[in-house]
């Protein structure tokens, strides 16, 4: 059982197109941070979010986490072909000292 | 250098040997974590040391699996009697406090 569900696990959509990546559980997250990650590389963070309702915006991207910090969404608008790549949302479990991860999002951008 | 380093970058093994995978973290991180990762997919969490704490080690998968970080510093990651169902990238990384984590690029193993 995956303790952080995203989806979709993959996407393919054109250039200039929006489109918003969901990233659930049934826990509470003390943070929740969302990584991108390209082919033969480690994942980069890209942002965190820790209180509850929290919206962040990072260039076309936004980042919200879910009231109960049990969700987040990441949302990209007009997207591009440097979008392409994989998204995972890892959280920081209550009490725990160690990130879980999501399956990951695939997303591919095409020209 | 600056980041996380692995070693290995590739590593090809045979069925039944052992093989060491190494990280060296960021200077001054006091939390280093090994994960991994098959065929483009999610994070598996492995193991998790934080200072001079007892590891974290519920992610092992088995008996097989083990891990060390000497000094505060360098962490090997050992897996024993290999099976095909290990080839994966093993990726390191490490960070201030359960916050912000770099990576390495990881090491790929593949199992023959």
């Known amino acids: 059982t995956q303790l952080l569900e995203q989806s979709p696990q993959f996407l393919s959509i054109q250039e200039g197109e929006n489109l918003t990546v969901y990233c659930n559980s049934s826990?509470?997250?003390?943070?929740l941070q969302w990584y991108r990650q390209e082919p033969g590389e480690g994942p980069v963070l890209l942002v965190t979010?820790?209180?509850?309702?929290e919206v962040k915006k990072l260039k076309r991207l936004t980042f919200q986490f879910g009231d109960a910090r049990k969700d987040s969404s990441l949302h990209i608008t007009a997207a591009q072909p440097g979008d392409t790549g994989l998204y995972l949302c890892?959280?920081?479990?209550?009490?725990?000292?160690?990130?879980?991860f999501g399956q990951g999002t695939r997303l591919t951008i095409n020209p | 250098g600056a980041g996380v380093s692995q070693s290995p970058s590739n590593k090809v093994t045979e069925k039944g040997k052992d093989v060491e995978l190494r990280c060296d973290p960021i200077?001054?991180?006091?939390?280093l974590y090994w994960y991994r990762q098959s065929l483009g997919q999610g994070l598996e969490f492995l193991i998790y040391?934080?200072?001079?704490?007892?590891?974290?080690k519920s992610g092992l998968p088995s008996d097989r699996f083990s891990a060390e970080r000497t000094g505060g510093s360098v962490s090997t990651l050992t897996i024993q009697r290999t099976q095909q169902e290990d080839s994966a990238v093993y990726l390191c990384?490490?960070?201030?406090?359960?916050?912000?984590?770099?990576f390495g690029e990881g090491s790929r193993l593949t199992v023959l």
């Open positions: 990384a490490s960070s201030l406090s359960v916050g912000e984590l770099f």
């Open positions: 826990s509470v997250f003390s943070s």
């Open positions: 979010v820790v209180t509850g309702g």
């Open positions: 890892a959280g920081d479990l209550q009490g725990a000292q160690k990130l879980v």
């Open positions: 200077s001054g991180h006091t939390a």
């Open positions: 040391f934080q200072g001079n704490s007892a590891p974290d």
